[in-house]
């Protein structure tokens, strides 16, 4: 196409298509109207390998080069061609355009530049590192904005689009290659903490779309604004988020107080790497074949942004395991999420994590809170992936309700809330709940407190009381803790029970936590349990009447717990819970609470048929915080 007007220009590219007259340029058949139009291109000159196949010409006369245009089905494209995707944020005066229309306000000239010129500068710069012919799917050139029929089903077929790349690059047209050497090599914490916040707030960590094409992406390369890449285009393997979550994980061993580097990043004003999301984890399982959870997929997408509310939608059925496409929901946002979880606890692989998610009544909406929490949803599931299956995979749906089994681990018959006392002030007041049922076994009480309620593994905990006589040390002073008035404190018999079992240091090494078991309570561990939601709960099993402590997140009121039937699902663990501890609450067919460290207490039969009331879950809640502020050095 020669150069024309601007207007006429898009008209062509993005309203000019007419498949009756497309040909493919691999199979030489039509390009039919239920076929998914694979359009990608290449460019003419001595700078870049291209073949001789049937395309059109789109000129650039600022760059002094000329855009070949391919048309091909999708099916052709996967196996026939190497190609390169790129996944990116659109330029705002290109987004303005694509959906206003006639009733935007934006430069006509500045859009038909912005279309020609970013493209092929991205492909220049591949092509400084990748010797061998490519094309490139870039949406600005390869989906027609203006027609809905075709542009439609290439929306559906973009999770297949990026699976099939040879490579994706992830574009992050906001951010200099000048910040990666902060980060690898300032010459002071403050300068590399800060070169590290600064990738974090790329534009790119905050697009629904940007994050579905990195879980469904096999190979990686990221391209800074000005077009170069970072790391060698041959290995193809060199990720960033990646290399920013380690160089954090450092800055915080250095520091020895993570809560110490947030403020020097100005946590709030400026995103860190935790704050980004599972971006890695749900890619690295879905690359694995891995079924990602469904409150795992919501949980990466639920704060991000999108243009139109129904693309969570489509990222949402990309990652999730379902048969279910976007036409299938209902155009009701909340309906369509419960068809979306029912699907997938129906899958018959076991995904009970819709039922560990907190309801949108229960639900907590923590204003702007959410500018210090990022892209990761913490108000809603944050249990972790799956690190081992349930032992019963099949989950039914009767009247729309989830029906499964489960075991029934007894009754609630004592609630309380946690004293107001400081970390090792509630430490003491769980220890002397603990007492009121376990008496002066300090087996069961080790068990009941550093298993059940501060979630850590009862072989370490247990090695270290088996040293410098701890065990005993515990065992003399539990009697001392029985007698203690409700209302006292003796920060003595705290600080010797912490140590001793390792609940105030670091030397249990916790897999999920560097920092102490109370302390990890106190942040991680208090959110999982819904923060100031959290009880200490009393349970009574029905056969052996033995009873014995939970800390559960509420969902209702304590009066409406009471009563509540307690329910484990055998064999399951989420990266922070314990395996086969992660159960929930039940009253008249509702779950009221959840619990994620429930293990086993007597032998009875417990396994029987449940039937929960799976009720609406929360809409997402884009984050629209803008990151990048901070004070100068």
Aim: overall charge neutral.
């Amino acid at each position: 196409m020669e150069e024309t007007l601007p207007n006429a220009f898009l008209d062509y590219l993005w309203s000019g298509v007419t498949k009756a007259q497309l040909t493919c340029c691999q199979c030489k058949l039509e390009i039919g109207s239920s076929d998914v139009l694979a359009r990608t291109f290449t460019l003419q000159g001595p700078n870049i390998n291209h073949d001789h196949k049937p395309a059109e010409q789109i000129l650039v006369p600022t760059l002094s080069e000329t855009i070949l245009i391919y048309h091909r089905h999708l099916g052709c494209l996967l196996k026939s061609t190497k190609y390169v995707t790129v996944s990116h944020v659109w330029h705002p005066a290109i987004a303005d355009l694509q959906y206003k229309r006639s009733e935007s306000g934006t430069s006509l000239t500045e859009v038909a530049l912005a279309v020609r010129e970013v493209p092929v500068r991205i492909c220049l710069g591949l092509a400084k590192g990748i010797s061998e012919p490519f094309e490139v799917w870039h949406d600005y050139l390869s989906v027609p904005q203006w027609q809905n029929d075709i542009k439609g089903k290439i929306i559906q077929a973009i999770p297949k689009i990026f699976r099939g790349a040879d490579v994706t690059v992830a574009y992050l047209s906001d951010i200099d290659p000048i910040t990666v050497n902060d980060m690898r090599y300032g010459t002071s914490m403050q300068v590399r903490v800060r070169g590290i916040s600064d990738l974090c707030n790329a534009k790119w960590f905050s697009r629904t779309w940007t994050a579905m094409e990195f879980v469904q992406s096999r190979r990686l390369l990221t391209m800074f604004k000005d077009y170069n890449i970072l790391g060698d285009t041959q290995d193809a393997q060199c990720l960033l988020l990646e290399e920013v979550t380690r160089a954090w994980s450092a800055e915080v061993r250095k520091r020895g107080d993570s809560l110490k580097v947030e403020e020097m990043a100005e946590i709030g004003k400026n995103l860190v790497p935790w704050q980004l999301g599972p971006l890695t984890g749900v890619r690295q399982s879905n690359l694995r074949g891995e079924r990602v959870p469904f409150a795992m997929a919501y949980e990466l997408l639920a704060c991000r942004c999108v243009t139109i509310e129904r693309d969570f939608f489509h990222a949402l059925l990309a990652i999730v395991d379902t048969r279910l496409t976007e036409s299938d929901l209902s155009p009701d946002g909340r309906v369509a999420m419960l068809q979306v979880a029912q699907s997938c606890l129906t899958s018959g692989k076991g995904d009970y994590s819709p039922l560990f998610m907190i309801p949108e009544s229960a639900h907590r909406r923590r204003g702007g809170v959410q500018a210090r929490h990022g892209y990761l949803d913490l108000d809603t599931f944050i249990l972790g992936h799956v690190v081992k299956p349930p032992t019963i995979m099949e989950i039914q749906l009767r009247s729309g309700n989830p029906v499964f089994q489960a075991e029934n681990i007894g009754t609630v018959d004592f609630i309380r809330r946690e004293m107001d006392w400081g970390h090792l002030g509630r430490f003491l007041d769980a220890c002397r709940l603990a007492m009121q049922f376990t008496g002066f076994d300090v087996d069961a009480f080790v068990k009941t407190v550093g298993v059940r309620l501060y979630g850590q593994e009862p072989d370490k905990i247990f090695a270290r009381l088996s040293e410098a006589n701890r065990l005993q040390l515990v065992q003399n002073v539990l009697p001392e803790l029985y007698n203690l008035r409700p209302d006292q404190y003796v920060e003595e018999i705290a600080v010797l029970i912490a140590d001793a079992m390792g609940m105030s240091n670091t030397t249990l090494e916790n897999p999920v936590s560097e920092t102490s078991p109370i302390d990890y309570l106190e942040a991680h561990g208090k959110t999982m349990h819904l923060g100031n939601s959290v009880a200490l709960v009393g349970v009574s099993c029905s056969h052996c009447h033995g009873r014995f402590p939970l800390r559960v997140g509420l969902l209702q009121p304590p009066s409406q717990v009471l009563g509540a039937v307690a329910y484990r699902i055998p064999g399951l663990k989420y990266f922070f819970t314990h395996e086969g501890g992660a159960g929930m609450l039940v009253k008249d067919g509702r779950m009221v609470g959840r619990f994620i460290w429930g293990t086993p207490t007597c032998g009875c039969p417990k396994l029987e048929e449940v039937e929960v009331r799976l009720s609406f879950l929360p809409v997402p809640r884009p984050n629209t915080s803008v990151y990048g502020s901070r004070r100068k050095l």
